[in-house]
């Protein structure tokens, strides 16, 4: 069994990875915001080459190199993937244990929607975080 897989909501599309995680990050983008209908993106970031999707997906480019993922049935949005970094970052409510998302830190605060309380004791970045 893969260490992280999910799908969407009418099972369409699947997909699986053995690896751990890059990073994991909580982003406050109004971006994110719009993408995924949600106050933020809780996702994990890998290099697409270690992640495997089965299944139809369809994408929409939400800015010039970043293209989400979604089932074209049910709408369910998975990944958001920047070809020429080779990353892909899978949303964590996608997951079919979404438990298993551990956040390192948030970005992008200034714009978190100010119901948002953000006591985890995370590092919090107004924009983007520091290169690693």
């Given at each position: 069994m893969?260490?992280?897989?999910?799908?969407?909501?009418?099972?369409?599309?699947?997909?699986?990875?053995?690896?751990a995680p890059i990073n994991e990050r909580v982003c406050h983008c109004r971006l994110c915001q719009k993408a995924l209908g949600a106050a933020f993106n809780?996702?994990?970031?890998?290099r697409i080459d270690d992640v495997t999707i089965d299944g139809p997906v369809a994408t929409?480019?939400?800015?010039?190199?970043l293209k989400r993922g979604f089932c074209p049935g049910?709408?369910?949005?998975?990944?958001?993937?920047?070809?020429?970094?080779?990353?892909?970052g899978?949303?964590?409510?996608?997951?079919?244990?979404?438990?298993?998302?551990?956040?390192?830190?948030?970005m992008w605060t200034a714009?978190?929607?100010?119901?948002?309380?953000?006591?985890d004791g995370l590092p919090q970045y107004e924009g983007a975080p520091p290169p690693n």
């Open positions: 893969a260490k992280y897989q999910g799908g969407c909501l009418c099972g369409a599309v699947r997909y699986r990875t053995d690896v809780a996702r994990g970031l890998f929409v480019n939400s800015s010039p190199d049910c709408g369910t949005t998975m990944f958001s993937r920047r070809d020429s970094a080779g990353i892909i899978i949303t964590s409510g996608s997951l079919d244990d979404p438990s298993m998302f551990k956040p390192q830190m948030h714009s978190r929607q100010p119901w948002v309380q953000l006591d």
